[in-house]
């Protein structure tokens, strides 16, 4: 089945607690990105990666970093959380196309503390 | 300025009928595309509907149609015969077609629309 995983699902963590979340696709596509959420301002960009080893950043990446060692994952790494990052983050894959859905994995809760 | 433009922050609609989403957007590129996802209170992103920008013809997917008007640059979304399950978070998206001038495929999307379904 295609689909992309994200882990974990949901997150309670403290304030300076480095932590990851993974992101994994397996539909062999090129373009991966992660968007947080956040009431009233729908998704917004935080990293993105067209390739293999090619990232850069999108609306919101303060405080966030990404890599992108291998085609199919794509993990977010938060190095100092704090409470201002509490959101629901969305891992996504698609093509390099504009006339391609982005295909959207489950989602994190995450809540920093 | 905002490219992609959601008025209604909420919206009722009684069963069995048909109700219209808003969606407005700004872009300068000729290709792009309009993406419409629900989202249910559990959280998961569902993928709706695709309007490209030179499809001459409005996207229908079952109940879903997109009224596409491109020269007022509004992509709104009609569902028909509403039933309870479509009480959701509904989003409108742009993705532009160009690399330059920090597109990068992203998805843009607008703020949602809160559609509550009434038996």
């Known amino acids: 089945e295609a689909q992309v995983t994200q882990n974990p699902r949901y997150l309670i963590t403290v304030t300076g607690k480095k932590l990851t979340v993974t992101c994994s696709q397996n539909?062999?596509?090129?373009?991966m990105s992660w968007y947080r959420q956040d009431p009233g301002l729908g998704l917004r960009q935080i990293y993105y990666?067209?390739?293999?080893?090619?990232?850069d950043k999108g609306d919101v990446p303060e405080g966030y970093k990404v890599s992108r060692k291998e085609k199919r994952n794509f993990p977010l790494i938060l190095e100092s959380p704090s409470p201002n990052q509490t959101s629901l983050y969305f891992c996504?894959?698609?093509?390099?196309?504009?006339?391609?859905?982005?295909?959207f994995g489950p989602g994190t809760r995450l809540l920093v503390l | 300025a905002q490219k992609i433009t959601q008025t209604q922050p909420g919206m009722f609609v009684q069963e069995k009928e048909a109700v219209t989403l808003d969606c407005t957007y700004d872009?300068?590129?000729?290709?792009?595309?309009l993406f419409w996802y629900k989202q249910p209170s559990s959280g998961e992103m569902i993928f709706l509907i695709y309007?490209?920008?030179?499809?001459?013809q409005n996207a229908t997917e079952g109940r879903y149609s997109l009224n596409f008007q491109k020269a007022r640059k509004s992509a709104n979304l009609v569902i028909s015969a509403s039933q309870l399950g479509d009480s959701a978070m509904y989003f409108c998206?742009?993705?532009?077609?160009?690399?330059?001038?920090?597109?990068?495929?992203?998805?843009?999307f607008g703020k949602g629309t809160l559609l509550t379904v009434n038996p």
């Open positions: 996504a894959s698609s093509p390099l196309l504009y006339q391609e859905t982005q295909y």
């Open positions: 539909m062999n596509h090129e373009y």
């Open positions: 990666s067209m390739n293999v080893e090619v990232t």
């Open positions: 872009t300068s590129d000729q290709s792009y595309g």
């Open positions: 309007q490209g920008s030179y499809d001459e």
């Open positions: 998206a742009m993705r532009e077609g160009r690399r330059s001038g920090g597109s990068n495929y992203k998805l843009t």
